[in-house]
């Protein structure tokens, strides 16, 4: 069905054209007024992209997202959304919300709902012209198919996934091949996508460890990255050397951080990039058993950056190799304490309540004493399962 | 507590197997702004274009220093592209004992906590792993015992063992200690586990004129993928091998490329998979038949190194293999010719060779044709004198000789059974039974010689 008309079947899709939408003070400007008018910027901030727009994202980097759903849910029942993408990115929200919040049936029941799919043009910017004189192409939200294609995998459906993924990225690639009516900005966005995708894929890839196919897929990777960053090269190969250790290719990795290396004199540096380089380091003292070096690189990464979480996490780990188990437990818990919003996350848990299990013979209270705090402390998306209590 | 007259213990062992941490890995959610905030295709509008980059620029995570960033932004925003590969480098430690194979370390944290509120003293610890066949001693305090453990403290020791036995292994730990209580008291903690077979490999051995072939398949039976690190086949003495690999095609778009995947890694699948490797070996000596030893026939063995996650090594090796078993014939028959053209009842004349392949003078011989005691219908039968009588032969040297027969049935055929026998020492020379091969015109023993049989 092709009239915008279609949508009013669903209670959270766009309405039909209002002829007098009580939206944004200002009419859509026309790239004419705005070219040479500096002072009338259509998007000086969030709120301009869809209503309320910086109290979401807001709420989304603090980690609230019950808060979210209960916003989502008043913008709807109060009918504050105007224009058909609003509720597109207040959709995306909730499912972003659902799925943090490990509600997947919810979340999958809610995506079902949606009348058309993602390829309709009920959910094209020129089936609106009144909204968006001049703009054309499609108003989704990249992350509703990524949703779309992720979601099944939760509930058991790996292969579902899988599939989805693959139709995904030939999905981006169609979209690549037909650039021609795209601006230079789209189409790097849209390369941005094809490897967010790949990225995905390879995540579960390498869930299953089936390493045979994450290297072919990095290979790619590799090969797609002439022009990107030495960050962005040096992160990518870094991932490579992780998969090799992984499954025990320990002569591949050193090569591939030997790889890395040579980036690093090429590009400017910075402490992220030292400290990835560091941390390498420190992933090959381990796999040949030489925890004191391991545990003098991660001092060093930790000097650079107190928020360190995986250089804090893999030190502790060697202090523990190193039969230090309670300096290895006191690295994670002032690590916890001191900034909790870098390091406080689901592994860093599991390791310590694994230590509180070997080191207590009654490790119940102090895992409920680790529990309270976390409550206290952590987001709403946070698994408090990891502490195993 | 069983409310016997055993006063509770202070101390308590714990124990954590060690083997190698794994890499975290978990799709996460976490997004670029664009792919959000904005539709996917608004970016095509001049006035979005203009705009939104800086916008949006300023959510990302890279913008904010992590210092004084107090959000969780980190759970929600990409900060490199490859953050979606879920594979930030963060370590776990082993969650569980899991399997543990024959040919892998044994490694394992001990901790003897005192839970007690009293002080423990003179402690003396060992450790050992019991097997079905001995018990090896790990670790023994008694020549210098743990002065004390204080209440709630603990005393920490790391293990390790190379496993050599299947089938059931004990970790005993035992404590000998003095607490607030007037005698001393020993604690005996047991942690049992099991040693089961991580390969099985299947040989088979081919000859092909010179040179012996090798088959190897290795069969992985753990629950984990294998990176097979080294598969090296030592060969006997006199012996030499090579690894026979199939090309390997690389379609490297550039030097960084190639470098890195010179070499796919073998990886054998978990729970059955099978990898196969062909080793192509000669005898380095210079040896005729005569050198050949009579029994079995030692080609070497496979020594194996594979590893898990981190580089985990487990390390074998095989038995020794064996080629196929050699026996010295001291007489060698061959056909040297046959005809090409056979017609059906018409007499046709095999020329063979008989060789003495002994140092001695073999013979006289008798050869005849004998007759099989099945219900078939002969192939052939012999035509004129049913036995022939060949003299001696000197050692090492070969008389030539015919035997005449008449086709019986039609087509392709097998002669079987010509016999010889000497008549000094009278001993059958039998051809090995199990050989059915013959190739004809080539030398090889002769029980069975194939022939073709046209009508007329």
């Known amino acids: 069905m092709d009239a915008p008309n279609a949508l009013e079947h669903h209670p959270h899709a766009p309405p039909p054209t209002d002829p007098d939408p009580p939206g944004p003070p200002s009419p859509p400007p026309t790239a004419a007024a705005t070219a040479t008018d500096p002072l009338n910027n259509p998007y000086a901030s969030l709120n301009d992209l869809s209503h309320e727009l910086s109290s979401l994202q807001e709420l989304a980097t603090r980690g609230s997202w019950r808060s979210i759903l209960d916003k989502v849910a008043r913008a709807r029942t109060n009918h504050l959304l105007t224009k058909p993408h609003e509720h597109l990115t207040y959709l995306s929200f909730h499912l972003i919300a659902l799925t943090k919040l490990r509600r997947f049936a919810d979340a999958v029941a809610e995506l079902d709902s949606l009348d058309s799919d993602l390829d309709s043009s009920n959910y094209h910017y020129q089936s609106y012209p009144h909204h968006y004189p001049n703009i054309t192409g499609s108003m989704v939200p990249f992350v509703l198919r990524w949703l779309h294609a992720e979601l099944p995998a939760k509930l058991g459906n790996r292969q579902e996934t899988l599939d989805r993924f693959y139709t995904l990225l030939h999905f981006v690639r169609s979209k690549l091949s037909d650039s021609s009516n795209l601006s230079h900005f789209c189409v790097e966005l849209w390369k941005k996508r094809e490897v967010f995708v790949i990225n995905t894929i390879i995540s579960h890839h390498l869930s299953h460890k089936e390493f045979v196919i994450c290297l072919a897929l990095i290979k790619d990777l590799i090969g797609k990255s002439e022009g990107s960053s030495s960050e962005d090269k040096a992160a990518l190969l870094s991932k490579l050397g992780y998969v090799q250790m992984q499954f025990g290719d320990l002569e591949g990795a050193k090569a591939t951080f030997s790889a890395i290396e040579g980036l690093v004199s090429e590009g400017k540096g910075g402490v992220e990039m030292e400290n990835l380089v560091s941390r390498n380091k420190a992933l090959l003292y381990i796999v040949g058993r030489d925890y004191v070096s391991a545990v003098r690189e991660y001092d060093v990464c930790i000097e650079r950056d107190g928020g360190d979480a995986v250089a804090i996490n893999n030190k502790a780990l060697c202090l523990m190799y190193l039969r230090d188990l309670s300096d290895s437990i006191k690295v994670l818990e002032n690590a916890l304490e001191r900034v909790p919003t870098a390091t406080l996350n689901e592994t860093i848990v599991v390791n310590l309540c694994s230590m509180y299990e070997l080191a207590y013979v009654n490790h119940s209270d102090i895992k409920r004493t680790l529990s309270n705090w976390i409550s206290r402390v952590a987001p709403d998306d946070f698994d408090a399962s990891s502490t195993r209590i | ?456």
């Open chain 2, 1 to 456: 507590m069983s409310g016997t007259q055993a006063a509770p213990h202070s101390l308590a062992f714990r124990v954590m197997r060690l083997c190698k941490p794994t890499f975290h890995v978990e799709t996460p959610l976490r997004f670029d702004p664009f792919d959000l905030l904005t539709g996917e295709d608004l970016l095509n509008d001049p006035v979005a274009a203009q705009h939104l980059p800086r916008l949006l620029g300023s959510q990302s995570i890279n913008s904010k220093s992590t210092e004084s960033d107090l959000t969780y932004r980190s759970r929600f925003l990409l900060q490199d592209p490859y953050d979606a590969v879920g594979l930030s480098g963060l370590l776990v430690l082993p969650q569980s004992f899991g399997a543990i194979y024959l040919g892998e370390t044994f490694c394992s944290y001990v901790s003897i906590n005192n839970s007690s509120n009293f002080e423990a003293r003179d402690i003396v610890i060992k450790a050992e792993i019991q097997t079905e066949r001995q018990r090896i001693l790990l670790l023994d305090t008694s020549k210098t015992p743990v002065e004390s453990i204080r209440a709630g403290g603990r005393y920490d020791f790391i293990v390790e063992h190379d496993v050599k036995e299947l089938g059931p292994h004990t970790l005993v730990c035992t404590a000998l200690y003095s607490d607030a209580d007037v005698e001393r008291k020993y604690l005996p903690q047991f942690f049992k586990f099991i040693v089961a077979n991580p390969l099985s490999v299947r040989t088979k051995v081919r000859v092909v004129k010179e040179t012996t072939f090798l088959e190897a398949c290795l069969e992985n039976h753990t629950k984990s993928n294998l990176y097979m690190d080294q598969v090296e086949f030592e060969p006997a003495q006199h012996w030499s091998a090579t690894l026979l690999k199939a090309d390997d095609h690389h379609s490297g778009n550039d030097a960084l490329t190639r470098e890195i995947f010179k070499t796919p890694p073998i990886l054998i699948r978990s729970g059955g998979g099978i990898h196969n490797y062909l080793y192509q070996l000669k005898t380095s000596a210079l040896e005729s038949a005569q050198m050949k030893v009579e029994g079995s026939n030692i080609l070497g063995k496979l020594q194996i190194t594979w590893r898990t996650n981190l580089g985990e090594p487990g390390r074998l090796q095989t038995q020794q293999i064996l080629g196929s078993p050699i026996t010295r014939k001291e007489i060698e028959l061959q056909a040297v010719e046959v005809p090409s053209v056979i017609i059906l009842e018409k007499p046709f004349t095999v020329h063979l060779n008989l060789t003495n392949q002994t140092d001695r003078m073999l013979g006289p011989f008798e050869v005849w044709l004998s007759q099989s005691d099945s219900h078939d219908e002969k192939v052939v039968m012999v035509n004129g004198l049913q036995t022939i009588v060949l003299p001696h032969v000197e050692a090492f040297s070969s008389t030539d000789f015919q035997l005449n027969f008449i086709a019986m049935k039609l087509g392709v055929q097998k002669i079987s059974g010509i016999t010889v026998f000497d008549t000094k020492e009278k001993k059958i020379h039998d051809p090995l039974p199990d050989l059915e091969v013959c190739y004809l015109y080539l030398g090889g023993l002769v029980s069975t010689l194939n022939i073709f049989v046209d009508s007329d």
